[in-house]
T-cell receptor, first 115, second 114 residues
């Protein structure tokens, strides 16, 4: 089965701590893409990043960084110096071939950043 | 910036009512989607439209229909609302027919059926 697993259901940190959200995927595709979305309390799913399997370079965007490792089928997301505004549910997702065009989402990790 | 809007943030309806959820995107995207999100079940695809008047069923189409008369607008219709359709409904649009392109989501409609 092609699926995305986010084993951490909830994480709670104190502001300025670094936090890593885990994502493990299973896919039969030889080339594939992975996504991260953020869902703040307002409900809207906000696109964060799209990565393809050709490129395993880590990516950094401000306080966000992503660690993509094909050897362990993981695409982890790190927030450095977390802020209260980072509090949200974060979803990892994958669009499998033959998947009727949908995105397969993980169950999400709820991150709470306390002041 | 991509903008996907949904007609209502919150909606309360009664069992048996016909319900329309509207979604509009302003980026001339070809593909549009309706998902529902439930605790413990995650996001599930209801319907997908790859062009005007074209649609495909997703994983859970039962009890729903859709309409896409114009490229920018994709409507989800609950013909006879039931309490098990109480959920968060999310609309998305995508640039093209490439499944690897990014889907952009609207703010969601939280529907309660009493």
């Amino acid at each position: 089965a092609q699926k995305v697993t986010q084993a951490q259901t909830e994480i709670s940190v104190v502001e300025k701590e670094d936090v890593t959200l885990d994502c493990v995927y299973e896919t039969r595709d030889t080339t594939y893409y992975l996504f991260w979305y953020k869902q703040p309390p307002s409900g809207e799913l906000v696109f964060l990043i799209r990565r393809n399997s050709f490129d395993e370079q880590n990516e950094i965007s401000g306080r966000y960084s992503w660690n993509f490792q094909k050897s362990t089928s993981s695409f982890n997301f790190t927030i450095t110096a977390s802020q209260v505004v980072d509090s949200a549910v974060y979803f990892c997702a994958h669009p499998p071939k033959g998947g009727s065009e949908k995105l397969v989402f993980g169950k999400g990790t709820k991150l709470t950043v306390n002041p | 910036d991509v903008k996907v809007t949904q007609s209502s943030r919150y909606l309360v309806k009664r069992t048996g009512e016909k319900v329309f959820l509207e979604c509009v995107q302003d980026m001339d995207h070809e593909n549009m989607f309706w998902y529902r999100q439930d605790p413990g079940l995650g996001l599930r695809l209801i319907y997908f439209s790859y062009d005007v008047k074209m649609k495909e069923k997703g994983d859970i189409p039962e009890g729903y229909s859709v309409s896409r008369e114009k490229k920018e607008r994709f409507s989800l219709i609950l013909e006879s609302a039931s309490t098990n359709q109480t959920s968060m409904y999310l609309c998305a649009s995508r640039t093209s027919g490439a499944r690897t392109d990014t889907q952009y989501f609207g703010p969601g409609t939280r529907l309660t059926v009493l």
